[in-house]
């Protein structure tokens, strides 16, 4: 990085060593999720008209790098209200809801939260990126990007970020310290987190038999800038991951925070803010919101409890090899390790964790259901996919993704 970018970095490290012993509140969760747009036709629809119809209301929306996708933001709320955070989001799915109809009455346009985009079109054109400087900066840097194939279907690389949703929450810890240690017990979590969230299988106008495509191809189509972090050794403080991020080959940021933020990995510190936050990235995005809040009550219980009793970290590379795994064959996946069982650990120490701070798990039992049934989201959308095709993907599509809204509207889990 250049003089100016080492200057902050360095401040940073000062800004990291002064705020050692603050005592910030804990796990204070704000969460992101990303949605695209298609209509009755399995065509992608531009969503600026809902981006600028949502501007100055209680539930803004922003653009993301494909035209058809937006994001929604919540700002942070206490862990412990998380019955609070799915009421936010149980209205803003009757807001949208509201809006599309107003904007799009006569294309029967539905949102999607699916992870990946259904629509076989969403791969075939340059022109379903959006014409802001920042996206056409990365789409330039993502057409230098050789193709990637998946079970014989090729994608070009700048396609692929258009194509593909996510559901991202930022925890909060207490301090520099306390955050790198959820960092570093976030990463022994991956391979869970992708077997119990995946839900994109249905993808660009088929069906896949990888656990979480989204996933791989994202990783291939960004040459190892996203993915599980190429970390060493875990993190000893905050200040070595502001080493890593640091020594990290800039693709168009131009400073710390840039770098930080294009660093696309399964887990990523943030320290844009007054406060220190580990934002994690992996977990698909979900079509109910009950679902959404389970994941979050897993991870909140897991890291009290596995950080108040020090548990033991397993090594990086098996953490890699696991999820890689998961990626592929979820539950079946066959490694040294037994995934399910890790899993089982990792819901008792989850809801050890939850009983510690006091915090009824209001939403555990869906993840709970999945882990017997050996289920996902993603299993239960091809079944209806497998149960309505006529033939017709375009028509499939879309009564798939029908029933799956219908059920969002309603926050009816998928079991």
Same mark, same amino acid.
């Given at each position: ?9 360095? $401040? @940073? ?6 705020? $050692? ?14 949605a ?25 929306l ?36 509201k ?17 990946g985009?259904?629509s ?41 970020p ?16 306390y ?13 869970? $987190? ?8 249905l ?36 200040e ?24 696309h ?40 409890? $596995? ?31 037994d ?27 869906? @993840? ?48």
């Amino acid at each position: 990085m250049d003089h100016s970018a080492a200057i902050q970095t360095k $401040a @940073l490290k000062n800004r990291i060593h002064h705020d $050692a012993e603050r005592i910030d509140e804990t796990f204070r969760v704000g969460v992101e999720i990303e949605a695209c747009l298609i209509d009755k036709n399995g065509m992608p629809v531009n969503a600026e008209p809902l981006i600028k119809e949502h501007q100055g209301t209680s539930h803004p929306l922003d653009y993301e790098y494909g035209a058809c996708q937006f994001e929604y933001k919540t700002s942070p709320v206490a862990m412990r209200d998380l019955g609070y955070l799915n009421f936010i989001f149980e209205d803003f799915i009757e807001h949208l809801g509201k809006s599309i109809e107003k904007l799009y009455r006569n294309n029967d346009v539905i949102p999607v939260f699916l992870g990946g985009n259904p629509s076989p079109e969403i791969i075939k054109s340059v022109d379903l990126i959006t014409n802001k400087p920042r996206y056409n900066k990365l789409s330039k840097w993502h057409n230098k990007m050789p193709d990637v194939e998946i079970e014989g279907q090729i994608f070009k690389a700048m396609h692929i970020p258009a194509a593909i949703q996510a559901f991202h929450f930022h925890l909060q810890g207490k301090n520099p310290n306390y955050t790198a240690m959820m960092f570093n017990h976030i990463l022994n979590m991956i391979p869970s $987190a992708i077997t119990l969230g995946a839900n994109s299988r249905l993808f660009a106008g088929r069906v896949y038999s990888f656990h979480e495509p989204r996933i791989y191809l994202y990783d291939q189509s960004e040459q190892q800038n996203s993915g599980f972090p190429a970390i060493s050794k875990y993190l000893g403080s905050i200040e070595d991951y502001v080493e890593y991020i640091s020594s990290r080959k800039p693709n168009i940021a131009k400073d710390y925070f840039e770098l930080e933020k294009e660093r696309h990995e399964d887990a990523r510190i943030r320290l844009n803010s007054d406060f220190y936050r580990v934002e994690t990235r992996v977990v698909s995005v979900q079509p109910t919101i009950k679902e959404l809040m389970a994941m979050i009550e897993f991870f909140i219980g897991y890291l009290s409890r $596995a950080i108040y009793e020090e548990r033991q970290l397993r090594p990086l590379s098996s953490l890699r090899e696991e999820r890689l795994a998961a990626v592929r064959s979820g539950y079946q996946a066959e490694t040294h390790f037994d995934i399910i069982e890790t899993i089982r650990g990792q819901f008792d120490y989850a809801r050890k964790g939850l009983s510690d701070l006091g915090i009824s798990a209001e939403f555990f039992n869906i @993840l709970d259901r999945r882990l017997q049934n050996k289920s996902t989201p993603g299993d239960d959308v091809v079944k209806l996919w497998d149960e309505k095709f006529n033939g017709s993907i375009r028509q499939t599509i879309f009564e798939v993704i029908s029933d799956t809204w219908q059920r969002t509207k309603d926050n009816r889990p998928i079991m």
